[in-house]
């Protein structure tokens, strides 16, 4: 079992920056693929970045390329979202989750493919 821990959301003026943590515990976090999903009230969860075991391979949603870098650190156990020029329509509740998974192909930009979720951490951005 698998429990994934996000952190680093918060209030920030659009034009801004934050970085999100997501920390893994209870299982080899090098065998899972990693991905950010967000879900504004109202609205439909929405795939943002993901990336592989290796970190060698990442992948973004639309709305975010250009903007947002996900990375990770596997001797920390951890998988980041640096999110930079955020804009309002960024607001949400962001979600890591895990796929045990050596490799990566489009199917993992749906949620449902994940094996383990956190809690989520809001972001709200200002305008």
Known sequence: QVQLVESGGGLVQAGGSLRLSCAASGGTFSNYAMGWFRQAPGKEREFVAGIRWSGDYTYYGDSVKGRFTISRDNTKNTVYLQMN?????????????????????????????????????????SS
Not at 89 to 107: F, I, P, Q
């Open 85 to 125: 020029s955020l804009k309002p329509e960024d607001t949400a509740v962001y979600y890591c989750a895990a796929k045990s998974t050596m490799g990566w192909s489009t199917r993992l930009l749906a949620g449902y493919e994940y094996d383990y979720w956190g809690q989520g951490t809001q972001v709200t951005v």
